[in-house]
């Protein structure tokens, strides 16, 4: 499920290092750094929430993650970005999703690193299931615009 460590956009089936991450974006050119982490939060829409699980159509969520990518670095004027998506079970409070971008400028990093959240969960197919404290449970889809 984890892709080469040269694909701008991964899968992870366990935890990963967000500081290795942030570093793969260095480069004297950077004048500014901007990342989104998404967590796991213990609600949603009312309802308590004891943990999710992710699940994909991974051949087709690593074409489409870089194509985000590619989207972003073609659109704003940027130098690079990363984005990393976990899979399986998560506990509340665990790290689901990483997005970094680097570039010269902040205003740059700061619209193509909400672009690239926005185009993930949009695109991507990447369902998660909420699994509630009532002990059903619930499946999310990639939202239409």
């Avoid at 570093?23 to 939060?41: H, P």
Wanted: proline letters at 3%; charged letters at 30%; hydrophobic letters at 45%.
């Amino acid at each position: 499920m984890d892709t080469p460590s040269q694909s701008r956009f991964q899968l992870a089936a366990t935890p990963f290092d967000v500081a290795a991450l942030r570093a793969q974006l260095l480069d004297d050119r950077v004048g500014g750094f901007t990342s989104f982490e998404g967590w796991v939060r213990n609600h949603n829409d009312g309802r308590r929430v004891r943990g999710l699980h992710y699940q994909a159509y991974e051949d087709l969520a690593l074409r489409e993650g870089e194509r985000v990518l590619d989207e972003a670095l073609a659109r704003f004027d940027i130098i690079d970005a990363r984005c990393v998506h976990r899979m399986g079970e998560l506990a509340i409070g665990e790290l689901a999703v990483w997005v970094g971008v680097s570039a010269a400028h902040r205003d740059a990093a700061f619209a193509a690193c909400r672009f690239v959240i926005d185009e993930i969960k949009a695109r991507v197919p990447i369902w998660k299931q909420e699994r509630y404290l009532e002990g059903d449970s619930g499946w999310l889809h990639p939202r239409p615009r």
